[in-house]
Structure formats: C-alpha cells, structure tokens
C-alpha cells in the first residue's frame, strides 16, 4: 500500500487569535507548529503534504513552509475558495466567512487519492499521534474504515479562556457514535471543570474525556460523503446564511448514522497544546523547547 498522505489544514485566520497564527514562529530556530506535524509524520511513515491554504497566503507558504519541505517530502497545495460551492450553487449574498473545517478538506479532493491524515495547522497533536494513524491507515481498514486521534479534556485546556471541545461517544468496540459539543468549557479556580454555555445550566466534567481535536484519518471513500453532504448543507439553511459552517463532525455524524462508514477512536498519552488565544503561544514554546531538551526533537528541523 502507498505511504498515506498528510492533509494539513491552513486557511483559517484564527479570529480569537488576531492574526496568520499558522507561521508564527514557536521552535528555538523559528520553527512553526506544523514543522513539527511534518516532521512526526515522515518520521511514522506519511509519504506526502498537502496544505490547505487561502489564495492570499499562498506566496508567505511558499516562502515560509514549501520552501523548508520541498526537497524532503512530496507537497501540494490547495485552495479553499469561499466560491466553491455544489454545482449550480451561489454564495449567499454578504458571505464572507468560510464554509468550515468539511469545506476544507474537501478542497483537497484533487490532491489526494488515497489513505490521508487530516489535521489542523496550529495545533501540536505529538509523534505518537502521527504513529496511530500511519499504522490504521496502512492496516487495510476497508474502504471506509476511518479512524480519529481522541486526546483527554484535561490535557486541551488554556490557562487564557474558555474552550469549545467535542467529547466522544463511542461503545466497547471503540467506534465512534457520536460527538457532543461543549462551547464554553473552563476550569474554576475550586480546580472542577464546567461546561457553562450563555443562557443554560452548567454541565460538569472530568477531565478525563476523550475529545476530538481534529486529528482525523480518513479512507478517499470520504470525498464523496463530502460531496453529497455538502450539496445537502447548501439545500439546507446552511445555503442562505451568512455564518453556519459545513463541519468535519456533522459529516462523520452523518456517515456513522447511515452506516456508511465506521470511524475507530484511537485514543493517546501524546501531549496536545495549541494556540487558541494569542497569550497561549508562551506556553507552546516553552512545551516545545521542553521536548527538546528531552531529546524528542533535534534543535533544529
């Protein structure tokens, strides 16, 4: 079987964050977070990139990311367009943000054929994380046997606001049934965790959780349930409004619903961090340069 790809996701702005969070630097020789997905998955045995990036920043990549990667593994770009829509379709009027995570991926339905990662571009998800999902995307899993990198509530947190998380479902076989959404999950200054969304009760958790950080292995059997999904989402309200995004979990939700697909938690004790809010960045490098010092990564990329 061919070595799967890796899909990086790209084009978003990051509004909390206020700027191209993407390529600010966090490694001790000006590293960015998705150098290190990169290089965890070579390292697990992933044969080529595609990013995921606006038409816009397509230049700053280049120069900042294609330039460093070129020569060391296979990499492709593709653009997630707000203009491309199911056919017959029109963006609704006064539409400027973009369709979502689902949109994202299925901009690079042109770049990839077969078995492929998924993940976001700022979020660090580890090497052991690249590792689970090289080896299920390489197990013949059958054409849409996916799978999902699940990381522990408690360990996705940020000391600087509250979090949005999607807990997972799943029975004894350790399938996914399903994603419930939290939207404001924080931690009070007791230590207890709580979920307290604007106008309803708070809802307690653990911090044990299994959650979904948008680590997602995926079989090419996925492109069309994108396609048909979103020309449902584009029928629906979804076509109209100004803001209702086409997500990465309510596809999968509709995939595992219908039957037409499995998706195997893979759950991990690899270290996630992030950048949600611009105070976060500290912290992920002095995480970074903590793993250095270990010996997990070479000074240098």
Excluded at 124 to 140: I, K, Q
Excluded at 211 to 225: A, L, Q, R
């Amino acid at each position: 079987m061919d070595k799967p790809t890796l899909m990086i996701l790209a084009a978003g702005m990051g509004s909390r964050y206020g700027g191209l969070k993407q390529i600010d630097p966090v490694g001790p020789t000006g590293e960015i977070v998705l150098d290190y997905s990169i290089f965890d998955a070579l390292r697990a045995g992933f044969g080529r990139v595609v990013f995921v990036i606006r038409r816009d920043i397509e230049q700053t990549f280049r120069e900042m990311v294609g330039a460093k990667w070129e020569k060391r593994i296979s990499c492709a770009y593709a653009f997630q367009d707000l203009a491309d829509v199911p056919p017959g379709g029109r963006v609704p009027a006064g539409r400027t943000k973009p369709w979502g995570t689902a949109h994202a991926i299925r901009a690079g339905r042109h770049e990839v054929s077969g078995p492929f990662a998924a993940i976001n571009a700022d979020d660090f998800y580890g090497a052991a994380s690249f590792r689970t999902l090289a080896e299920h995307l390489t197990a013949g899993a059958g054409p849409a046997g996916h799978c999902m990198v699940a990381f522990q509530l408690g360990q996705t947190l940020s000391e600087h606001g509250s979090v949005s998380r999607g807990v997972c479902l799943c029975g004894a076989d350790r399938r996914l049934t399903g994603i419930r959404e939290y939207t404001n999950i924080r931690r009070r200054s007791d230590g207890s965790l709580w979920d307290e969304p604007d106008g309803a009760l708070a809802t307690p958790l653990t911090g044990t959780e299994p959650v979904s950080m948008n680590c997602w292995g995926f079989m090419p059997s996925v492109f069309g349930e994108l396609e048909t999904a979103f020309a449902v989402f584009f029928r629906g309200p979804g076509g109209t409004s100004q803001k209702l995004e086409f997500t990465i979990p309510g596809v999968v939700d509709g995939l595992i619903r219908s039957g037409r697909g499995t998706v195997q938690v893979l759950e991990t004790r690899a270290r996630w961090f992030g950048v949600t809010y611009r105070e976060d960045r500290d912290r992920v490098r002095a995480s970074i340069q903590a793993l250095v010092a270990a010996g997990e990564y070479p000074p240098a990329l």
